[in-house]
């Protein structure tokens, strides 16, 4: 591809992009919404949805009063507030809910709402085990349901145009992808709520739900349950879920063959569990995918290179840029580029994403990170920390979903429920 093929696909993946985010909803064919888990993330999604003026606000739950009243005042304060998401799923007139909920209710209340017949968007990492994310593909088969992962670089268009360029052989032979997400948060974050107690306003044993039962702490909940292995899986399951995944759609594969982990929590002093300092390598045939993140050293904050034998491709939210390798020909002093420079511009990937959800939603279609494609990408991110956790390589069979000849990296495909919650 040279550089006017680029521009010519460019504008026309723009064009594209810019005719679905002006889609919208008959007046009889609406969508009527709920949403489950209305912390940060939760109430952007749930604002990105509300900007289609075919999408009715229709019931906020979460077990936190002030995040519920926030959402509600979102929706204009149409939305009904709830705090038992089944109450929400057991409503006839929500047809789809946003599941921004902490890792470990989001099998549970997927499972659920698609067993009350709704679609699903769902915030990523899509599960907290491997056996979780199987369990929801399966219920979306099932039951016929359009399932989105939140993974909103998989609708960008910028994405899709660097790996067609790079699968196209626009960068030469791939052999090599690294990832990463580094920061400097030392010694550690604090609670962003409730630090000087519990509220009455908290649910905390709906909060925990299914994971083990422990005495409120003000760090455990909010955004900082990602540094639990009860509730999350660190930075692998937040930024590696979103990397990895693009990694994985360059690579063509659905696994890999073989993962080795290293790192932990070294230095920070929070009270956290999850590394501080991690790097994974992962085996896809003949290429070697690197995952690292840093909490105690930040670097160049986020990456997304793919080398080539041509040139590297830096991938972003904000674009691509490829810079050409140079060699010496024979019989002269001059390096020489072995290919043209290329970049291009990001957009909007939020909103894009969304859009595609609710396209599939009226034409039935998978979306574009259609549930098995987070399952898998997600399978990447658990399998980073278990080989990390155990301290060894896992040799992987993609196609069963266990680990070759090793029975404790098995048993950790699995989460143990806290009664009276189960999967079906």
Known sequence: MNRRDLIRTTIAMGAASAWSATRVWGANDRLRLGLIGSGGRGREDWTNFLKDPGVDPVAVCDVYGPFREKGIALSGNRAQGLQDFRRLLERKDVDAVIVATPDHWHALVTIAACEAGKDVYCEKPLSLAVAEGRKMVEAARRYQRVVQTGSQQRSGAHYAQAVKLIQDGGIGEVHRIRAGMQRNIYPGLKPTEMAAGISPELDWDMWLGPAPKREFDPFRCIYNFRWFWDYSGGQMTNWGAHHLDIARWIVGADAP???????????????????DLQEVTYQFGKVVVTWTASEI????????????????????????????????????????????????????????????????????????????????????????????????????????EQAIGDAEANHLLVRPYRAPWKLA
């Open 257 to 275: 063959t073989e993962v080795c982990g290293f790192g932990g929590r070294y230095a920070l002093t929070d009270g956290g569990e999850t590394p």
């Open 297 to 400: 050293a930040e670097g160049r904050g986020f990456s997304l290179d793919i080398f080539g034998t041509k040139g590297m491709l830096t991938l972003t939210r904000g674009g691509f840029q490829v810079t050409p390798e140079m060699v010496t020909l024979a019989g002269s002093t001059d390096r020489k580029p072995l290919m043209e420079p290329l970049q291009a511009k990001g957009g909007n990937l939020d909103q894009a994403h969304v859009q595609n959800f609710l396209e599939c939603v009226k034409s039935r279609r998978r979306p574009n990170a259609d549930v098995e494609e987070g399952h898998r990408s997600a399978v990447l991110c658990h399998l980073g920390n278990i080989s990390m956790r155990l301290g060894r390589s896992i040799r992987w069979d993609g196609a069963a």
